[in-house]
């Protein structure tokens, strides 16, 4: 079996509150815990993962067109975004 080889996001700047992504294996996305390399891994399909991603994406989107939204404009803005569980 080979192993997961884990990596952090350019994005975290070195911080150690993040999750670290495996992409390596075949058919199999794995994430953990950067602050506990030695705990827990989730394994996702490739396909689960890429939807579970694409919705954070997609609201993460969604919250800063809302607050850019409710600043520039003054107007109230409603949460009706929706996730998909991953089995």
């Known amino acids: 079996m080979t192993a997961f080889v ?3 996001s350019s994005y ?8 670290e992504v495996a992409t390596n294996v075949p058919g199999a996305v794995a994430v953990r815990d950067s602050k506990d390399p030695e705990g827990r891994i989730l394994r996702f399909t490739p396909a689960a993962w890429a939807g579970f991603r694409d919705a954070l994406v997609g ?6 067109i809302s607050r850019r939204y409710t600043t520039e404009n003054r107007a109230p803005t409603s949460s009706n975004s929706s996730a998909t569980a991953v089995p």
């Open 59 to 64: 609201a993460q989107t969604s919250s800063r």
């Open 6 to 8: 884990f990596r952090k």
């Open 12 to 19: 975290s700047n070195g911080q150690e509150e993040c999750v």
